[in-house]
């Protein structure tokens, strides 16, 4: 049987775990150049939280009775596909199920497979090598375009994303990367394992106050995961042609209605600036050039990654509640089964 | 006698005729190099509210007692100054005063004079051809970058710059113009004299719902002078890699606090889009560019411009009112003497 948790009803507000339902479903017989996969990691972002908001956005939302999307590491149980045997580790967008059938065709985005190469943990492949790091990875160097001496601030500096993209920026010359961060556990981490400069606790201290001590020549790129106050008090402490990278806005994912936005958004006047989004889903053309960046700046121990590995598929919706409730530090992974070949 | 109008309080909320005082003063003796200029008109922008307010922004602001800052044009009465002689017309910032006196040194934002060249109108020097007109020059096409088929939307679109920045992008190869503006008597000229496609009457009309009706594909370049509400109904029209122009955001100048800021700014990166600011005295070392092509466009019928004149230095501060009255149309100018000479 295959074990699936759908979407059941639209959040309102707070996401919430009654908002997903489990079934389980017998698991079909693979068809001609078809694969079976067994899921071993579930991967959680706060963009996800997006995709079961029924509002037109950069992809369609997830039906009522669908399996919830999400990226997830599995390995071949059988295969009529010869590019895929059985004990292949793949990645993919197989969501929230035990088992999942595809023709392999579809790459990161799309419900397919694609092989991790070997010698690379699965986890891996979910957190620095995944969506998250080539988020940070585009993010940080396409839209931030980071310059020897730059200061570079992070919101959500310890999630997945941020915890990357603080690390290229300091890779890439940057003379000073602040993160802001919720609670000092993160903010030690941060300061203590993936060398930024300062961190700022968001929870218990003056955002705009220590921005300014911090910062006192303005920052030339915010990479933003969380809006609201934050990305206000960013606003206010830019640099003359400083880059605003909006990668997230997590505080008011789960808000009811639109919070006001940034009423400090004519600083981009005053300081000459730009704020620009992006996604993904554009890059992925390039996705192999940031592979091999992370990995080799992984393997010369300049870039550090971290994973949450919580454990059971019926912990699902709760590992995705974490991430709102801030208490992930780094990639939010749940983990529902041992490799079984 | 020197009559001059100076900043006697700092506005609080909505500037006040009150704010300034006029006072006269003896108008000295020219010494080595100078010379003495009588102004003949002042120019009004929306950013002046700015210089009056105390808080760091990309100029000092005006001080107390100070004579208010101004882009002027006036006629060269004396002069020990071999570069100048009297009789010619030159443009400066002078400010609100009817004598000045200068070394002919500064440019167009300092308080200097620079002479207009022969054949081109005085009115016309303040305009299409001046300040407000540069900023639309260079705002439209090296922030825009408009493209040959491009949807433009300009908000404020029947003042000084917007009228401008629409015309520019239409030259450029804009497929639609559609100018946001204020009363019917706005729409009408926008439409029948300046040749934009549409105009959207934002005091009796759904803006959200226009800008669906008449960008069906989304806005490629938007060019916002107001901020608020309008600058959050683009927002949610944006197309794909759409450029938001920050040139302004008169909405909110004579606010007592900083009003919301766009609640809808994450639709940047749903819409993988840049908002940026510029200011134009980062441009002014191109400004024989912009008058060359401004001029040119004008001579050949395609750029049309327009000056609301009115009369009177006791009428200064009432005159600067009425940019946040919508009152103007065009050019806010005020005419203070004949040419003398």
């Known amino acids: 049987m295959n074990g699936q948790w759908q979407l059941i009803s ?7 775990e009654s908002d997903f339902g489990y079934v389980e479903e017998p698991v079909p017989d693979i068809g001609d150049n078809e694969l079976l996969i067994r899921n071993l990691y579930f991967a959680f972002e706060p963009a996800m939280r997006g995709w079961i908001t029924d509002a037109k956005s950069y992809i369609a939302p997830v039906q009522l009775g669908e399996v919830m999307r999400a990226s997830t590491v599995g390995q071949v149980i059988e295969s009529n596909n010869p590019d895929f045997k059985p004990g292949d580790f793949v990645t993919g967008m197989a969501g929230w199920q035990e088992y ?3 023709d392999g065709s579809a790459g990161l985005m799309g419900r397919g497979a694609s092989k991790i190469p070997d010698g690379i943990a699965p986890e891996l492949m979910m957190s620095a090598l995944g969506g998250t790091g080539l988020t940070a990875y585009f993010g940080m160097l396409d839209i931030g375009k980071p310059k020897t001496g730059d200061v570079v601030v992070v919101s959500g500096a310890a999630g997945a994303t941020g915890s990357v993209a603080g690390q ?3 890779i890439k010359g940057a003379s000073k990367v602040v993160g802001i961060a ?5 903010c030690r981490w941060l300061t203590s394992e993936l060398g930024y400069d300062a961190a700022i606790d968001y929870k218990s201290e003056n955002v705009a106050k220590r921005l300014r001590q911090e910062c006192p020549d303005g920052i030339n790129i915010f990479f933003d995961n969380v809006g609201g106050q934050i990305l206000d008090d960013a606003l206010l402490n830019m640099a003359m042609n400083g880059r605003v990278v909006l990668c997230g806005g997590i505080s008011s994912y789960n808000e009811l209605e639109l919070p006001p936005g940034p009423k400090n958004y004519m600083q981009l006047v005053i300081q000459r600036c730009t704020m620009e989004g992006f996604i993904l889903i554009d890059y992925l053309d390039r ?3 940031a592979v091999n960046d992370l990995s080799s700046w992984i393997q010369s121990g300049q870039l550090k990654h971290a994973e949450d590995i919580q454990e059971g598929i019926e912990n699902t919706p709760k590992t995705f509640l974490r991430l709102f409730e801030g208490k992930n530090i780094g990639k939010q992974l749940l983990k529902i089964a041992e490799p079984p070949l």
Chains 1, 2 share one sequence.
Request: net charge positive; hydrophobic share 40%.
């Open 287 to 289: 996705a192999e050039e």
């Open 182 to 186: 919720g609670g000092s556990e993160k």
């Open 10 to 16: 639209r959040p309102v507000g707070m996401v919430k």
């Open 168 to 170: 290229i920026a300091k």
């Open 100 to 102: 999942f059938i595809t």
